[in-house]
């Protein structure tokens, strides 16, 4: 299995700032991805972290305002750029180590932005 | 495409009770199906787990059986505790995607 860690795990942000949340998997993984979770609901997935590459962003979901990157196989940061209220929510990095293998979450970083 | 329906919540049981989570899917081939927990205030934990048909996944005293037939992956718990109460999310890895998709969530509450 895999551990997950996230930085912060949560902050209060003013509107228009950005925030850099931070994922550090304890052991090489294949796929790395970030989710937000809104209040209440399920997981939407924001993108694919791509290692030395820019990631794959889903529908719905783009660079300028979630750039995401990935040095390495065990580190990734996704930027909340330019913030307003409705991007608070949680945001979770989850990571796999194979196509079919199981897929691990960290415990989320909780936003608020007023 | 791919899909993942489960019971609408909030699902309430008086402790020792008896749980079950109804989950269905819809999905091309074998997918391979998961139960995530949620904990309050913290990210979600795999739970258990199935890769193929007739498989039960087991864990913490929860099960699931993976029924092709049905195309169901139901959670269920013989006595539950007041710890248990939590989120739970049925997911499914479709044969050859790289993306979970995740039914809504069921929220359970567990009351002394």
Redesign the interface.
């Known amino acids: 299995?895999a551990v997950?860690s996230?930085k912060p795990s949560r902050d209060i942000c003013q509107r228009g700032t950005s925030l850099t949340i931070q994922c550090q998997v304890d052991s090489q993984v294949t796929?790395m991805f970030w989710y937000r979770q809104q209040p209440g609901?399920?997981?939407t997935?924001i993108a694919?972290a791509n290692q030395g590459s820019e990631a794959t962003y889903e529908s719905g979901f783009v660079i300028d305002k979630f750039p995401i990157s990935r040095p390495n196989l065990t580190f990734s940061t996704l930027t909340v750029s330019n913030m307003s209220p409705e991007d608070s929510s949680i945001y979770?990095c989850s990571g796999r180590g194979g196509?079919?293998e199981?897929?691990?979450?960290?415990?989320?970083t909780r936003l608020l932005v007023l | 495409g791919d899909s993942v329906t489960q019971m609408e919540g909030p699902v309430t049981l008086s402790e020792e009770a008896f749980l079950t989570i109804n989950c269905t899917y819809t999905a091309t081939g074998y997918p391979?199906l998961?139960w995530?927990v949620q904990y309050p205030g913290?990210?979600?934990?795999?739970l258990l787990?199935a890769?193929k048909a007739d498989d039960k996944g087991s864990n913490k005293g929860f099960e699931a059986t993976y029924r092709k037939e049905t195309t169901s992956f139901h959670l269920e718990k013989g006595s539950v505790q007041v710890s248990d109460s939590a989120v739970y999310?049925c997911a499914l890895?479709a044969?050859g995607s790289?993306?979970?998709t995740?039914?809504?969530?069921t929220k359970l509450s567990v009351i002394p």
């Not at chain 1, 199981?102 to 989320?108: H, K, L, N, R, S």
């Open positions: 299995s997950i996230q796929m609901q399920s997981l997935l694919t979770l196509f079919q199981t897929q691990y979450f960290g415990p989320g | 391979s998961f995530y913290e990210g979600l934990q795999l787990k890769t999310f890895l044969a790289y993306q979970l995740f039914g809504k969530g």
